[in-house]
T-cell receptor, first 110, second 115 residues
Framework: GQNIDQPTEMTATEGAIVQINCTYQ??????LFWYQQHAGEAPTFLSY????GLEEKGRFSSFLSRSKGYSYLLLKELQMKDSASYLC???????????FGKGTTLSVSS | DAGVIQSPRHEVTEMGQEVTLRCKLI?????LFWYRQTMMRGLELLIY????????DSGMPEDRFSAKMPNASFSTLKIQPSEPRDSAVYFC?????????????FGSGTRLTVV
């Protein structure tokens, strides 16, 4: 089967660093994606990890441990505009489509 | 590039009516995915196509739901008859391949309300 778990909500303040964790269980793993979704909008691609380790892209970084079925998204120098839902996604059993977690709603306050 | 285009953006219909949602893929993309998003269940995969052929429709909740891809750039999702529990945001997404290592581009979604 497939299961993706991430916290429902997180809060942080401007300028801070926040880490959003994701654990997954899937037998057809082809990599781990993170998407950002602002309220009322479509999900947009943030990052993709297929190998273990950290991928850095500006203020956002994503980490993957395949052996532990674990990933995290690290957001640095938080800004108000980072308030959004962050969706973790992994491939389905056949490795042909993405299955999404329910998302973590991040609220950034001043 | 106009991106993935969905229509309508909003749809309000009465229970029992037929609803048709439309999606136009990005030029050059050959895979199409339909998702449904609710607060309770998050983003659920309904069905997906590769090169116009349905690959997996196991996520379609009931026989009331059907999807077609009559050509390489266009797809429809139909609900007949609609029920209040079908109320959700329906997204389509396209990618360059069926393998999950391709990123998806999502359309803006159709917010469906069945009363």
């Amino acid at each position: 089967g497939q299961n993706i778990d991430q916290p429902t909500e997180m809060t942080a303040t401007e300028g801070a660093i926040v880490q959003i964790n994701c654990t997954y269980q899937t037998s057809g793993f082809n990599g781990l994606f993170w998407y950002q979704q602002h309220a009322g909008e479509a999900p947009t691609f943030l990052s993709y990890n297929v190998l273990d380790g950290l991928e850095e892209k500006g203020r956002f970084s994503s980490f993957l441990s395949r052996s532990k079925g674990y990933s995290y998204l690290l957001l640095k120098e938080l800004q108000m505009k980072d308030s959004a839902s962050y969706l973790c996604a992994a491939s389905n059993q056949a490795g042909t489509a993405l299955i999404f977690g329910k998302g973590t709603t991040l609220s950034v306050s001043s | 590039d106009a991106g993935v285009i969905q229509s309508p953006r909003h749809e309000v219909t009465e229970m029992g009516q037929e609803v048709t949602l439309r999606c136009k893929l990005i030029s050059g993309h050959n895979s199409l995915f339909w998702y449904r998003q609710t607060m309770m269940r998050g983003l659920e995969l309904l069905i997906y196509f590769n090169n116009n052929v349905p690959i997996d429709d196991s996520g379609m909740p009931e026989d009331r739901f059907s999807a077609k891809m009559p050509n390489a750039s266009f797809s429809t999702l139909k609900i007949q008859p609609s029920e209040p529990r079908d109320s959700a945001v329906y997204f389509c997404a396209s990618s360059q391949g069926v393998g999950a290592n391709y990123g998806y581009t999502f359309g803006s979604g159709t917010r469906l309300t069945v009363v």
